[in-house]
């Protein structure tokens, strides 16, 4: 009986490779059907930059008014 169990199990077991196949070294391009979110997120990155930029610049405008 356990000859019956244990040839199977060594079987499944010897047929699992741990290495990991090997990764291609080259770039990964995105998922053409997330394009245009992709495209959306960087537009907004761009349009917070600028609001940023556009509110450091006022409030040093604030400070040296108070001065």
């Given at each position: 009986?356990?000859?019956?169990?244990l040839?199977?199990?060594?079987?499944?077991?010897?047929?699992?490779?741990?290495?990991?196949?090997?990764?291609?070294?080259?770039?990964?391009?995105?998922?053409?059907?997330?394009?245009?979110?992709?495209k959306?997120?960087?537009k907004?990155?761009?349009?917070e930059?600028?609001?940023?930029?556009?509110?450091?610049?006022?409030?040093?405008?604030?400070?040296e008014?108070?001065?």
């Amino acid at each position: 009986m356990m000859k019956r169990t244990l040839i199977p199990l060594l079987l499944i077991l010897a047929a699992c490779d741990p290495t990991p196949p090997p990764q291609p070294e080259t770039e990964r391009q995105p998922n053409p059907a997330f394009e245009t979110q992709i495209k959306a997120m960087e537009k907004a990155r761009a349009v917070e930059e600028q609001v940023n930029d556009a509110a450091e610049a006022q409030r040093k405008q604030m400070d040296e008014a108070t001065q």
